[in-house]
């Protein structure tokens, strides 16, 4: 089942095997691992750079787009990781059995060398970059291994992990450039990841219905409605939280301006919409996937981001 490349996959009487197909056969699965689209999540390292005042200033540009290469880097390492090591539990979910390393389509071997050569080059590049980047770097690394090993199969505490791995992710970007980001930023941050987290649960529950917990055993101790709770907390505490931090004495005079909490709404849209996606369209298994696929949600996104823009550097 996972022994990958095979010669005799592609054997045919007659016909030799070209260069071409045997590139192509681990390729293309070594990218698929890679999970390329979930490095969108690793936007919140370039967060610090649109709040701090930084986007005018190219060397800072730079040091953040190095910083969010480093992460796309270590969180590959840690999706290569967790796929080794839960592909018996993912080969019973429609949709993640498609993986390449549950699939057979790429060997473990070949995946376990890839993790371990992106970790290296993602925290050689951090601490070439600065120290103490390096060390948060090294921390979110320690801590996705410890999700991947242990930390997943405690409930509640499985989707808190993943929240600090976000907060990590803000506080690993402002370091970058130098900056200190508001404590307002990151509760935020934590809130919104908590909800993604839950949702994510959520989906998973109700799409494997009784096979859910020989897929992750976690989901065992959740129901719909505990998770339905659980949203409704974080989804108005992260509406307040981000309300209170734009009209907040430390934002308006560090932007000069009391014009962000007319952002307040595209915040409230967006996480109303997705509350309708996890609902509705039964969706929130990937944030992913959900914010790539769904227009109304990415515009929401844009729009806010634009808006924001402006009242920090063109109040």
């Not at 050689?124 to 690394?141: Q, R």
Request: charged residues 15%; neutral net charge; aromatic residues 12%.
């Amino acid at each position: 089942m996972n022994e990958g490349f095979r010669f005799s996959d592609y054997f045919v009487p007659g016909r030799d095997v070209t260069i071409e197909e045997r590139r192509t056969s681990v390729l293309e699965p070594a990218w698929e691992a890679l999970r390329s689209k979930q490095w969108i999540k690793n936007l919140f390292v370039l967060t610090p750079l649109l709040f701090a005042r930084e986007l005018q200033h190219p060397h800072q540009v730079l040091k953040g787009i190095a910083a969010f290469a480093i992460f796309c880097a270590l969180s590959s390492a840690g999706y290569l990781f967790n796929d080794r090591l839960d592909a018996e539990q993912d080969r019973q979910h429609p949709l993640k059995a498609l993986r390449p390393i549950p699939s057979g389509r790429l060997s473990t071997s070949l995946a376990m060398g890839m993790a371990v050569a992106l970790a290296v080059i993602g925290l050689g590049g951090a601490f070439a970059l600065d120290l103490t980047f390096g060390l948060m770097a090294s921390a979110y690394l320690i801590l996705t291994l410890a999700y991947t090993i242990r930390l997943k199969h405690f409930v509640v505490l499985d989707v808190m992990v993943i929240a600090v791995g976000f907060v990590m992710r803000v506080g690993a970007g402002a370091l970058a450039i130098d900056a200190l980001p508001s404590h307002w930023l990151l509760l935020c941050t934590m809130l919104l990841a908590l909800f993604l987290g839950f949702s994510k649960r959520r989906h998973e529950l109700l799409l494997l219905n009784e096979g859910s917990t020989q897929h992750r055993p976690v989901l065992e101790h959740y129901s719909p409605e505990f998770l339905d709770q659980m949203n409704s907390i974080v989804m108005g505490a992260t509406i307040v939280c981000y309300a209170i931090y734009t009209v907040s004495e430390e934002t308006i005079h560090k932007f000069g301006s009391g014009n962000l909490i007319f952002s307040v709404p595209f915040v409230i849209y967006g996480l109303f919409r997705y509350l309708y996606l996890v609902n509705i369209r039964d969706s929130g298994g990937s944030p992913a996937d959900t914010l790539l696929g769904d227009r109304p949600l990415a515009i929401s996104i844009v729009l806010w981001a634009a808006f924001c823009a402006g009242v920090i550097y063109f109040h």
